[in-house]
């Protein structure tokens, strides 16, 4: 059965996520180039955090199925935090260190929004959308597997 631990790291990674696409959101605005890209990966952020937030509350409540669901829900968090740090890292200033547990607007390095920067950085950012979405697809299923098992 899943501890508190392992619940609280779970939905922390999802509201680090939620961090995360609400500081994209907000900054996006000006940059029209950017505009489109960063609202499709701010949105695959939003709702793969609210899939990994629902996986967290089943592990608070012990419906995590034996060993193998606690540790299944793990893997699951730690390739979102691990893609999540990509993102960020991607998006940050060179100078500026990353806070594992917060996200804040001045890491991110506004001018990589500009068109030419951009053409550069969107193939990469949207290599980790696409992952984000994985996870996002293992997550739910992951959920869906817990709830039938443990009823």
Known sequence: ???IG???AIIGVAQLGFSLAKTLNTLIGDYKDARQTLTRIGAEIESTS???????DLAKKGRLYGDKGV???AGLASRYSDAIVEIRTMLKKKNKPID????SSDEIELSCFQKIQFAFLRPRLEISQLEVSRIKADLTLTYLS???LTG
């Open 50 to 56: 609210l899939a990994m937030e629902r996986l967290g």
């Open 1 to 3: 059965m899943a501890g």
């Open 71 to 73: 540790l299944e829900a």
């Open 6 to 8: 392992e619940a609280s």
């Open 146 to 148: 817990m709830i039938a």
């Open 100 to 103: 594992p547990n917060l996200v």
